[in-house]
């Protein structure tokens, strides 16, 4: 991209941390302390997806680490976000730019620095989807760069790299992958497909042999099934089947559309200015990231981060389509108006209703008054557990969890999982506390896990309403 643009797009970056920076000390999310816990697990020698159990590649679990490293305490984990969303407005505005025009990368740019943001998507959250869509973003401004500037192979080499990152942070992070190889073909025969193809895949295959191998070393079933295996065996279960997947969707789709509709409404008219070779690399990174947000099947609004940049791309060369000055600026304020507008409300709120409106805030500082309860209550070396998906307290209590299941999903779809937490509860070594954030009959409604918890454990606090229990 010439020197006019780049530095526009480098000011336009500048404004998606300004936009960022003020949800780095606001709580982490559950997934953000779960996956803290599991790094930090993993960084005093516990067995990665053994001891340590997680279904997410080494890629998001090694950023995790190197943010940790920085400081502890977990605030940087929000810098890694304040980060992401920068690196994609600068790399969705380089692909804006080749794909279309300056107008468009420039807007596409500013879109994303703004929309990216996403309150109803968790966009300020360094979750698992925003990790992967960095290098994914990135990978796509390489290859189109090597396309449309027919520039060195080291180009389609990088471009794989990051590709084959992007997967490592999140499994359905493919959008890389799939538009290289979409590039590839499009470029023709004038670059000989073969070699680029080769230099596409030698690229890929760094990081992710990297991770194989070391799934080898570990133990290549647990490594599988982890990742992989206990998802494909709970296809047709209750823990995911059509009727559960649906009822997923229905649940969250409205805190989608709080952030989604206008904008996919406007993308709409944004294939008709592209030309045939934009609109496909487009198409599928789009349909790659749809397919990402099928993948897991939970539907989670967090998951619709990874179409985001392709949307927020079409959505600029909608706006700059637009023949009339003003209809322009009215199309532009009606894309950015819902996340403008949620920023906005929090600025004259009271502390306690901005925390209440951020997501997590509030849940995070009372699991904080939880934590410090724990702590001072228990010993460093004994364990606890939370039922059942508020993973942040291990985090922040410094205490290890007795049970390898530190989300909900997972005790839905794998079949020993129930026993396993049954077992672990009536066990001698039992966990010294129990932490009841979600009701015992709705993780287990034959009532086993109640008659064990009352059998091996009395209350012994409450706070902020959540019972402590204490083993007898």
């Known amino acids: 991209m010439r020197d006019p643009v780049r530095w526009p797009i480098l000011a336009i970056a500048g404004l998606a941390v300004l936009v960022r920076i003020p949800f780095v000390f606001t709580g982490l999310s559950t997934d953000e302390g779960g996956y803290a816990y599991i790094a930090r697990q993993w960084s005093r020698g516990a067995?990665?997806?053994v001891t340590a159990w997680i279904d997410r590649p080494q890629g998001l679990l090694l950023t995790y680490r190197a943010l940790l490293a920085i400081n502890g305490s977990g605030w940087t984990i929000r810098l890694g976000m304040v980060l992401a969303g920068a690196i994609i407005t600068v790399?969705?505005?380089?692909?804006?730019?080749?794909?279309a025009d300056r107008r468009t990368g420039l807007a596409a740019a500013f879109g994303y620095a703004v929309l990216g943001v996403a309150p109803h998507l968790e966009g300020i959250t360094l979750n698992?989807?925003?990790l992967a869509a960095v290098p994914s973003t990135v990978s796509i401004a390489f290859a189109v760069y090597w396309?449309?500037?027919?520039?060195?192979?080291?180009?389609?080499?990088?471009?794989?790299?990051?590709a084959g990152a992007a997967v490592t942070m999140k499994q359905s992070g493919i959008d890389g992958l799939v538009v290289g190889a979409v590039i590839i073909v499009l470029a023709g025969r004038a670059v000989r497909p073969a070699r680029a193809a080769t230099a596409f895949v030698?690229?890929?295959?760094v990081p992710?042999?990297?991770c194989v191998a070391h799934g080898v070393s570990i133990g290549w079933a647990a490594y599988w099934n982890a990742l992989v295996g206990y998802q494909l065996s709970a296809l047709g279960s209750a823990g995911s089947n059509a009727e559960t997947r649906w009822s997923d969707l229905v649940a969250h789709a409205g805190a989608v559309a709080l952030d989604l509709a206008v904008i996919v409404v406007i993308a709409?008219?944004?294939w008709r200015p592209l030309d045939r070779g934009a609109r496909w690399t487009v198409g599928a990174w789009l349909g790659a990231g749809l397919v990402g947000?099928?993948?897991g099947g939970s539907y989670w609004p967090h998951y619709f981060m990874q179409p985001l940049p392709p949307l927020v791309l079409l959505a600029a060369a909608a706006v700059v389509g637009v023949p009339s000055v003003w209809w322009r600026r009215g199309l532009g304020a009606l894309v950015l108006l819902p996340t403008l507008a949620w920023l906005l409300a929090l600025i004259p709120m009271s502390p306690a209703r901005r925390a209440q409106t951020i997501p997590y805030d509030a849940l995070a500082a009372r699991d904080d008054r939880i934590a410090a309860v724990i702590q001072a209550t228990t010993a460093p070396t004994d364990r606890i557990y939370v039922l059942e998906s508020e993973a942040y307290l291990y985090f922040a209590a410094h205490r290890e969890a007795s049970y390898p299941y530190l989300w909900g999903k997972p005790i839905d779809k794998i079949p020993n999982a129930l026993p396993l937490l049954r077992q672990m509860l009536s066990s001698p070594h039992r966990p010294a506390l129990v932490v009841l954030d979600t009701p015992p009959a709705a993780v287990d409604p034959s009532g086993g896990i109640a008659a064990d918890l009352a059998r091996y454990y009395h209350p012994d606090t409450q706070v902020d309403g959540v019972p402590i229990l204490r083993a007898k």
């Open 208 to 210: 992710l042999l990297a």
């Open 293 to 295: 947000v099928n993948v």
């Open 91 to 99: 790399a969705l505005g380089v692909i804006g730019g080749l794909l």
């Open 268 to 270: 709409l008219f944004g």
């Open 47 to 49: 067995d990665l997806y």
């Open 202 to 205: 030698a690229g890929a295959a």
């Open 147 to 162: 396309w449309r500037r027919s520039a060195s192979w080291w180009w389609l080499v990088a471009a794989g790299l990051f």
């Open 128 to 130: 698992g989807e925003l």
